[in-house]
């Protein structure tokens, strides 16, 4: 949450000192001056503008390249969790599907009767409407 944070302050900051300077080059081009000083002062101003950017770029790709790298330990840290949870749950699933299919085919085979019991239902049953008490 403070690293948010961090990079928040570091792009606001960033923002201030970019309004700053080009506030202050904004106020040499209107201040009582000779031409030839403006644009020398606008020069100069440019030039540390561009010497502060490039600073800060670098400090920017450094803490994203570092950050870049924290992720990737996370994202590996997360995935060990997953796969040793995995490793856990594994067995017990595979024995309980084991253990369903098993109740299925037992279920199945009292259901259907084998043939030759089937053979020895009929004969033993009456015939219908034969026989009357």
């Known amino acids: ?5 961090d990079g928040g302050f570091g792009w606001f900051l960033f ?17 009582p001056e000779k031409g030839e ?13 561009q010497g502060r950017a490039q600073e800060a770029m670098v400090r920017v790709r450094g803490r994203l390249e570092e950050l870049g790298k924290q992720a ?6 997360v995935r060990e969790q997953v796969e040793k949870g995995l490793q856990a749950v594994r067995p017990p699933v595979e024995e309980a599907r084991v253990v369903e299919e098993e109740e299925e085919e037992e279920e199945e085979e009292e259901v259907r009767p084998a043939p030759r019991q ?4 009929r004969r033993a049953a009456p015939p219908e ?3 009357a008490a």
Do not use: C, P
């Open 37 to 49: 000083q403006v644009r020398e002062r606008l020069r100069e101003k440019g030039i540390e503008l």
């Open 1 to 5: 949450m403070s690293e948010n944070r």
């Open 72 to 77: 990737q330990v996370q994202i590996g840290q």
């Open 118 to 121: 089937a053979r020895r239902v």
């Open 129 to 131: 409407g034969g026989e």
């Open 15 to 31: 923002g201030f000192l970019l309004g700053g300077l080009v506030g202050a080059a904004i106020a040499l081009t209107y201040a």
